[in-house]
């Protein structure tokens, strides 16, 4: 059981992340084609805010669906009809895309906050199992 709850902390601890998600214009998305001489690019938000795009930055578009395709900041191309990522193999109708982009940054706080919860209800887990164990042995009458 330990190394169950220990192999869940360590997936958890860096596998999942909380993030922050950001809408973005059509509009905008389109200054995150080619990579700025900084290496970073900063696009508005649907609702005003600054928003910085690194390589490394995830960002998405969705379909009229729901579906949510994953694209590389400053490695697709945007014309009027189409988007193509060629490093995800998308082709993709704009006509089929909602109006905003997503972009998530990785918000510290609320992963810390995950893995706080996760650290605490394990040791909890662990607790209440060493007490059942040192509690079970019982006593028997004569």
């Known amino acids: 059981m330990r190394r169950l709850v220990a192999a869940v902390l360590v997936v958890s601890m860096f596998g999942l992340g909380c993030y922050n ?3 973005v ?3 905008e998305l389109s200054n995150l084609q080619e990579v700025p001489e900084s290496g970073q ?3 508005k938000a649907a609702n005003g805010e600054d928003i910085v795009v690194k390589e490394d930055t995830r960002l998405y578009v969705r379909s009229q669906g729901g579906k949510r395709y994953p694209i590389t900041p400053f490695n697709f191309k945007m014309t009027e009809s189409q988007l193509v990522a060629s490093d995800r193999d998308y082709i993709l ?3 089929g895309l909602t109006d905003n982009a997503e972009v998530d940054h990785l918000s510290n706080w609320k992963t810390g906050l ?3 919860g996760g650290v605490a209800l394990a040791g909890t ?3 209440l199992i060493a007490w059942a164990s040192a509690t079970s042995g019982g006593s028997q009458g004569k």
């Open 114 to 116: 995950w893995i706080a």
């Open 25 to 27: 214009p059509r509009s």
């Open 125 to 127: 887990l662990i607790g």
């Open 21 to 23: 998600t950001y809408n």
């Open 93 to 95: 109708d704009v006509n």
């Open 41 to 43: 690019a900063t696009v």
